[in-house]
């Protein structure tokens, strides 16, 4: 799959540079060019030398070389590759990336670029997991730039957690599955996101805490997979993921609209926290506060739109997934659930307070299908949605 495409590599300045020898070694066995890009850091650690020998090209370092410019120049360079592929993306890069930075060769590149880029980060745990780098790799997810790792292990700094550069072969096997199309390319897969506001009156509504983020990560990692994904989502908190088909709604009516009309799909994932009631008579103006009187507000219950789906004869999904969000009998409460609906997957989590789930940055799940329940351990929710979409393209083969 990568013979004769060609790898703009872009090295940062880790420790883990060092394994961008081995990998340009993998990518060249495999029939990729590789032009190499390094930053000022990242001769720190590895030199120009090692990796021009490797390559089999010169090594590119300088925005300012008038020779070079003449010849290519950096706009040039950055759009005759397939992928770029930034390795070791350490945090300061990432940074500068999703900030839109453009002060030396290789953010300059990234800037100037319309080919796709992957990242695969590496950075101590303690960074890693820091609320800055988090939010930048939203940003960065969110503008289209593929992930790669980190992985979990020891690191050089003597810490264990997340943060490990994924090896050369993960990398290649990465870039193999992207400049391929994906395992989903042609299939069509419906997401749907964030909450519902239902209306009480013209500034009034009911709603929940969902913010959106692991229905928007889920819709990146399937586009990532090459899915045609259609993105329904309320009034989420975060970005809409870039490169996806996004159609906005606001009440759980709307949402079942937007579903039914996206039909025919290969594959539903039902992540929308729909609010299970609404009030049956809104108010057509502000309703206001009497003194003495309370205002009573009569109940409708809203369509379920996971079961109906579900249930379908005609323009059933191959695949549907549900999500329960329970705060007690996670297991039990989410196993009846997937029985009721009639849906092929339950993806369940504990949303009590004192887990920080909902809204929160981070999720730990529980896979339910008809073989069984499949306990995941706590992880960041583009984690959450990569391993999802994997196993969804698993299983539509």
Wanted: proline share 6%; net charge negative.
């Amino acid at each position: 799959m990568l013979t004769g495409k060609r790898i703009l590599l872009i090295v940062g300045g880790g420790i883990a540079a060092y394994k961008c020898l081995d990998l340009i070694r993998r990518l060249r066995e495999r029939g990729a060019m590789v032009t190499p890009v390094m930053t000022r850091a990242a001769t720190q650690f590895v030199t120009p030398l090692s990796l021009s020998a490797l390559a089999g090209e010169e090594v590119h370092q300088d925005l300012f070389d008038l020779t070079k410019e003449a010849e290519m120049g950096h706009i040039q360079l950055s759009r005759v590759a397939d992928m770029v592929l930034v390795a070791p993306a350490t945090a300061d890069l990432m940074a500068k990336m999703a900030g839109g930075h453009a002060n030396d060769l290789a953010t300059t590149l990234l800037m100037a670029t319309d080919t796709p880029v992957m990242i695969a980060p590496a950075m101590n745990v303690r960074m890693w997991d820091h609320p800055a780098t988090q939010r930048n790799l939203a940003v960065l997810q969110g503008d289209g730039v593929r992930v790669i790792g980190p992985n979990s292990g020891d690191m050089a700094c003597g810490e264990y957690g997340p943060g490990r550069m994924s090896e050369p072969l993960e990398i290649v096997a990465a870039l193999e599955t992207a400049l391929a199309g994906g395992p989903l390319q042609g299939k069509r897969v419906l997401v749907t996101s964030g909450p519902t506001h239902e209306p009480i009156d013209p500034v009034r509504y009911i709603a929940n805490r969902s913010s959106g983020a692991q229905g928007t990560a889920i819709a990146e990692a399937l586009r990532d997979l090459g899915a045609h994904v259609v993105f329904v989502t309320g009034p989420a908190e975060v970005a809409r993921p870039a490169g996806v088909e996004v159609v906005e709604v606001e009440t759980a009516r709307e949402m079942r609209a937007a579903v039914l009309g996206a039909l025919p799909v290969d594959a539903g994932v039902f992540a929308a926290a729909v609010a299970d009631w609404r009030v049956a008579r809104e108010s057509g103006s502000k309703i206001k506060k009497d003194k003495g009187a309370l205002p009573v507000l009569e109940f409708a219950e809203n369509p379920d739109i996971l079961a109906e789906v579900s249930q379908l004869k005609d323009n059933r999904p191959a695949l549907v997934v549900g999500f329960a969000a329970e705060t007690d009998d996670v297991l039990a409460n989410a196993t009846a659930k997937r029985k009721r609906k009639g849906c092929d997957w339950i993806v369940a989590n504990d949303v009590s307070p004192a887990t920080g789930i909902m809204g929160g940055s981070e999720n730990a799940i529980v896979l339910i299908s008809q073989d069984g329940a499949e306990d995941w351990p706590r992880m960041a929710k583009p984690e959450v949605a990569r391993r999802l979409a994997q196993r969804i393209a698993e299983t539509l083969g």
